[in-house]
């Protein structure tokens, strides 16, 4: 893991605006300018999206919290490699993305994650989480364990734009931007993905 980014700097002058709250763009302007304090303010309001984004994405906490301080340490690298034509919050959900997707292939070349291998019927659904026993559970905390389990099990190209799109509610638009394909493919995609997971999901209401 590497350093926690939280308190590095002491609090510096912000600009006012009507919300007192100023933008990313505004933040990573001033961060560009030196303003370390400015970064601060970015990871505070990125670090929690960013690990559930990423979460969802590569299925493990260790190697989601380790790919949001690896996101985090290259967005205070190549600061200035940003350019406010581009909204931030696709800048840095693309290196988020980015970094996901080469875990997910490592873990491919290394045998690691091979479900993909197997039927849908031969699937083993036992959801890994230690100490986690679902018969003591309530039926809802079961549901969005499922629901999660399933997500995960989507090919990448599916489960990236379901989780970008419906977890974290993300304009198709930005979505585009983000994994660099037409609006009409993400569309495509999280309308073909939503599908997919639906019969997961009945299936699996089905077998209970």
Not at 1 to 25: A, G, L
Not at 91 to 110: D, P, Q
Not at 129 to 150: A, K
């Amino acid at each position: 893991m590497v350093e926690n980014f939280d308190n590095t700097t002491q609090k510096s002058e912000q600009p006012k605006r009507r919300d007192n709250r100023p933008s990313d763009e505004d933040l990573i302007e001033r961060f560009q300018k030196g303003d370390v304090y400015a970064f601060d303010l970015i990871v505070k309001r990125y670090k929690e999206q960013l690990l559930n984004f990423v979460y969802r994405f590569v299925g493990s906490q260790e190697e989601a919290e380790d790919i949001v301080q690896e996101t985090f340490l290259r967005v205070y690298r190549k600061r200035h490699a940003y350019k406010r034509i581009a909204k931030f919050s696709t800048w840095i959900y693309t290196i988020a993305g980015n970094l996901s997707r080469t875990e997910l292939r490592r873990r491919k070349r290394r045998r690691m994650f091979s479900v993909t291998d197997m039927g849908f019927e031969d699937r083993d659904y036992e959801i890994s989480d230690d100490g986690h026993n679902p018969e003591t559970q309530v039926d809802s905390v079961i549901q969005e364990e499922i629901i999660h389990w399933e997500i995960n099990n989507l090919s990448p190209k599916f489960r990236e734009v379901i989780i970008l799109r419906d977890v974290q509610e993300l304009s198709y638009e930005e979505i585009s931007k983000i994994i660099k394909v037409p609006i009409g493919t993400v569309k495509s995609r999280v309308n073909r993905g939503r599908l997919k997971l639906q019969g997961k999901l009945k299936h699996l209401l089905k077998k209970k």
